[in-house]
């Protein structure tokens, strides 16, 4: 139970952290090359972006799972393959 919880804790995280690691990562490079905020601008809402897209792909295949196991579905997802 706590390990399922923790799974499922972890979009938190990614969304929290990956703007955060992006924007240093951006910072380094602004000190580096002298520009001012364009960089940790940039890579920020790029960690953003990436954190919440890979967010919905991963929801939307754990609900396809789901729905393959549902006693309506016969076990085929909705992209027509069939779950074992």
């Known amino acids: 139970m706590l390990a399922r919880g923790a799974h499922r804790s972890a ?10 690691i992006m924007a240093l990562l951006g910072l380094w490079i602004d000190r580096t090359l ?9 890579l920020a809402v790029f960690g953003m972006a990436g954190a919440a897209v890979k ?14 196991s549902a006693p309506w579905s016969g076990g ?6 069939r779950v074992a």
């Open 11 to 20: 979009g938190s995280f990614e969304l929290a952290l990956a703007p955060v």
């Open 34 to 42: 002298g520009t001012t905020p364009l960089f940790v601008v940039l």
């Open 55 to 68: 967010i919905v792909y991963q929801y939307r295949h754990q609900m396809a799972e789901h729905d393959s």
């Open 76 to 81: 085929v997802v909705s992209d027509g393959s």
